[in-house]
């Protein structure tokens, strides 16, 4: 059974909004951390968004003021709203999660901004 599977990414339009989804199989309140990343097309995957177990957030300075992350309790699910997107924030979007000294991936989903 998979830890973390994302969905929510498809094509948008730069300027447009896409609300990405991490649902977990274990209660995403034990996990110490989760977090966003990404990786486009020949590129290392990179830190987008970070949410620690109390709630703190972290952001990377190019999706700063555009993308919010957040916890949704009820779909024991991790979320990104992302908000005014451009053509760099194309990529495969990946959810991490960390339990203990364990580090858990999903499988990602995929992000494309393009007119």
């Known amino acids: 059974v998979q830890l973390l599977v994302e969905s929510g990414g498809g094509l948008v339009q730069p300027g447009g909004s896409l609300r990405l989804s991490c649902a977990s199989s274990r209660n995403i309140f034990s996990m110490k951390s989760m977090a966003w990343y990404r990786q486009a097309p020949g590129k290392e995957r990179e830190f987008v968004a970070r949410m620690s177990a109390g709630g703190s957030t972290d952001y990377a300075d190019s999706v700063k003021g555009r993308f919010t992350i957040s916890k949704d309790m009820g779909k024991n699910a991790l979320n990104l709203q992302m908000n005014n997107l451009k053509p760099d924030d194309t990529g495969v979007y990946y959810c991490?999660?960390?339990?203990?000294?364990?580090?858990?991936w999903g499988q990602g989903t995929q992000v494309t901004v393009s007119s």
């Open positions: 991490r999660g960390a339990i203990g000294t364990a580090t858990f």
